[in-house]
């Protein structure tokens, strides 16, 4: 009978699991309020599980994680805007100057409220609601995106409209980015750490795939102004995601106090774990010397092989190949226990790449070369973050990835130095002097702490 069959089926159910049914029949019934300070759950296959095949369903895993989700989409899209906005505006300064030197001075009018706010990013981020101050970034951000597109469809923009707009999306970055990496802890296990910071590198590079050949060819196609159109769109999409997150309240509660004596406290606990000391200076190579490469990218395709806009947006697409690579390559590994070796040999392969650009006399080089670059950024972002997430204590976490913010906001100096050297000696030369200073910081880091290679 059918009765007799279902009761079969539960008395073997019973036999085989008696744990979980002792658990199904006394786990209390919780309300919406203490269901949301409960853990993230990873029981369950999930939508992700039952829609792709294991080994891609194990890379994916964190985004069965309902909130989760909802920050990686916000992190898809405003990533899409961000690469929209970097094409946009290194090819609307090299239009109106056609100088590599002023396209990487708008990157230091960027970085500078970076590193001035950076700091207190991540001050805000431990005292403040993360899900509330995020919506007010990305508003603010929302709204240099439209000024900047209305500046730019009404013909009235000028070279100082990019530099105090560019300060102004700085502003918004360097707030932006230890709040929202300081929420993935509060959403996820400790032990899928690294695949929710791959899962991020993804969301990044995913968008490069594709994202900046489409602008460069809207751009081509209409005006600059209309990338900044699509920007603010996804943008406003990023805050209605963002109130769809329900972030599990933290029981040793918010930091109080006075703002300046905590962000000392941070900088005092960062120098006495030489850990974290480590991973920052380690950082300056790819994310400070080496990332700057993007400012000689106009200079390389008009100067060196006679191309406009379409290539250097094929070639940011073309980069995110490898590291959309990397980063399905690290969120597959369900623990990864080399990530100090994986650290210094991304690090160290990001300058030999940089180096290869500097000998590049043919076009089809930089193609494999712009590859490798993505892959080996992605590995060390992945490595560097997920380490320093699982070492930082939730109470100084802001504070902890504020101060590796301090290796991109120096990126425009080594983008500025590069470019003085590529007007005046050639683009090689300019790639030649990256390769070298991100080498040079892999020795020096090594020189001063050994260990970090058994991170």
Known sequence: MAGDSLAN?????????PDSVVQAYTAPVLSKEQAAEQPPSTSGRGVISRLLPNTLANAFRSLQNRNFRYLWFGQLLSATA??????????????LTGSSTSVASVLVARAIPMLILGLIGGVAADRFDRRKLLMVIQGWTFLMHVIMAALLLAGLV???HVYVLAFGLGAGMAMNQPVRTSIIPNLVDKKDMMNAMSLNSIAINSTRLGGPALIALLIAATDVGWAYVWSAGAFAVVMFTTTKITIPKISSGRPRGNPISQLIEGFVYIGRHRVILALVLLG????????????????????????GIGLMGVLTSVG???????GLFIASRRNVSYKGKLMLFSATSYGLALLGFAGANYLWMTFPLIIWIGVSQTLFRAGNSATLMEVAPDRLRGRIISATLLDTALSPAAGIAAGYVADRHGVGSGYLLLSVGCLAVVALTLLIYPRVKDL
């Open 158 to 160: 000028e070279l100082w």
């Open 284 to 307: 300056l190579g790819p994310l400070a010397i080496g990332f700057s490469h993007q400012v000689l990218l106009p200079q390389l395709v008009e100067e060196e092989f006679g191309y």
């Open 9 to 17: 089926r539960l008395r073997r159910r019973v036999i085989a699991h």
């Open 320 to 326: 995110a190949i490898g590291g959309l690579s990397g």
């Open 82 to 95: 961000m690469h929209a906005d970097m094409v946009a505006r290194s090819w609307l300064v090299w239009d």
